[in-house]
């Protein structure tokens, strides 16, 4: 019952929705019964997992890149001070800029392909990774280092042993913005020039006028970002029992 | 010597960029030498159109950020004060948060139209997330002492959230702001570059596809002067609001 009332608002619209649906909608608008019908009648079709398939191989490799980057250079600038006052500047200096500008400039230099579009999704997701390890790492509590190098800790146990764990609750949630910003970036990189993707299909969807294919295209990736997000909380908790989770 | 490494860095890529364009290796096309990149800055800056095609960009980033921080930020405040509304909304926001809203951007075109509007309701919806869920953070984090002694001294409700809460989590506004702010220039930027007859996104898909790669980089560097000017002058605003606070933590 509790948990019936916490899907009481998501229940409600869609209760709303389905009504207005019944009263008649633009063409554009489907009612969420049809929607799911069209879904349901794409999983049988081979076209809609080559899509997914594709814009994953885009998005996952990307993220991958881009988040390893950003932790192992975050971590360094946390805790090295010539490393900081380096790289610091010109990464909080270009951190406001919108780094999907430099798409076209991407292409030009590897490619209309596949590889243009994973640099620079790993570029988008370098920033929030290299910033929330950099916090996490500077966050430590100087006692625990104090008491770690008392107790005879090498440079390195201190830094496996107390900075990591220290940071590692950071390090998620700049994963988690990272893992968001990948989606968004490879659909936006999709749709502005693809050929294949769930980014392309929407724009073909939109150029056919085909709107069950629109809200196919829209729930796949829905789906694909809601759960990639689960995946990433449960290893947080798996990774991280003693934090409570609160997002 | 230690004074000058914050620059080292910037100041290397800009020579190995220099060098790259003037060894002849590759085709200016792929590496416009900086002179020319700031030739053509200087055209644009000179121009009245690129005054106009900027504003026509910045009108957009603003008017879907504004709305998003005045509802973004009053769900927020509703959210953390009220247990009901937290239960009833925070399923809908921590469910969704994780869809790139992108996605309803051909949807917003049939409903809104091709003009400003369905680029201004995209930012909204993208600049919602993070103001609602960071200020729901602040406003429930206030100390509920300073609530409890109001009430001990007779505030009214009202009176309870504009002088008490209101104050508490305005440093949570404003790091939801510069969260904010940056996501509603690049959801502009993208919303121009996939569909539109204006605007900064929609030059630079023009000079690409017209293989004008110096105007295009120009055209970078106008985009990334702006976001960085706007994050200052959010951050000033910041400080002279928020004095009591020093900023020294970076939300992302």
Request: charged share 15%; aromatic share 12%; glycine share 8%.
């Amino acid at each position: 019952m509790r948990r019936l009332a916490r899907f009481g608002a998501l229940l409600a619209l869609l209760a709303l929705w389905q009504l207005a649906a019944l009263r008649g909608l633009p063409d554009y608008v489907l009612s969420p019964i049809e929607i799911v019908k069209h879904f349901v009648a794409a999983l049988g079709s081979r076209e809609l997992y080559q899509d997914a398939a594709a814009s994953l191989m885009r998005a996952l490799p990307g993220f991958a890149i881009g988040t390893l980057a950003g932790v192992l250079f975050g971590l360094a600038a946390g805790i090295a001070r010539s490393f900081d006052e380096m790289l610091s500047p010109l990464v909080f200096l270009t951190y406001p800029v919108p780094k999907i500008v430099m798409l076209p400039v991407f292409m030009l230099w590897f490619g209309i392909g596949d590889l243009s579009k994973i640099l620079i999704i790993a570029l988008a997701c370098f920033y929030p990774a290299f910033i929330n390890a950099y916090y996490g790492a500077r966050a430590t509590r100087r006692i625990l280092v104090w008491s770690a190098r008392n107790m005879g800790a090498s440079e390195s146990e201190i830094f496996r042993r107390v900075v990591l764990p220290g940071a590692l609750p950071q390090i998620f949630a700049g994963m988690r913005v990272a893992l968001a910003l990948s989606f968004i970036v490879m659909f936006a990189a999709e749709m502005i020039n693809a050929r294949s993707g769930l980014g392309h299909l929407i724009r073909e969807a939109e150029n056919g006028l085909r709107f069950d294919l629109m809200y196919v295209s829209l729930v796949t990736i829905a789906i694909l970002g809601y759960a990639g997000d689960r995946l990433l909380r449960f290893l947080r908790g798996y990774f991280l029992p003693w934090e409570e989770s609160h997002a | 010597m230690r004074a000058l490494r914050p620059y080292i860095l910037i100041v290397a890529l800009l020579a190995a960029w220099e060098i790259a364009a003037r060894s002849g290796l590759w085709s200016p096309i792929l590496f416009p030498s900086l002179e020319r990149i700031g030739k053509e800055l200087w055209i644009f800056v000179a121009s009245p159109d690129g005054w106009w095609q900027t504003w026509t960009s910045l009108y957009r980033t603003f008017g879907g950020f504004a709305l998003a921080a005045v509802v973004g930020g009053a769900l927020g405040m509703l959210m953390g004060r009220s247990p009901l509304v937290a239960e009833l909304l925070d399923p809908l926001f921590s469910g969704t948060y994780a869809v790139p809203k992108l996605a309803l951007f051909p949807i917003f075109i049939f409903v809104f139209g091709l003009g400003s509007l369905s680029k201004i309701a995209l930012v909204f919806l993208e600049c919602l997330y993070p103001m609602t869920i960071i200020t729901y953070h602040g406003a429930r984090s206030v100390n509920p002492i300073f609530i409890w002694s109001a009430q001990n001294m007779g505030a009214s409700r009202l009176r309870t959230l504009a002088r008490v809460v209101f104050p508490a989590m305005l440093p949570y506004v404003f790091a939801a702001l510069r969260v904010a702010l940056p996501v509603a220039l690049i959801v502009a930027i993208i919303t121009e570059m996939i569909s539109s007859v204006d605007g900064l996104g929609y030059l630079v898909s023009y000079s690409l596809s017209s293989l004008k790669t110096d105007r295009m980089l120009a055209l970078v560097v106008v985009i990334s002067a702006l976001g960085l000017a706007l994050d200052h002058a959010l951050v000033a605003l910041r400080n002279r609001l928020v004095y009591w606070e020093k900023l020294d933590t970076f939300y992302v």
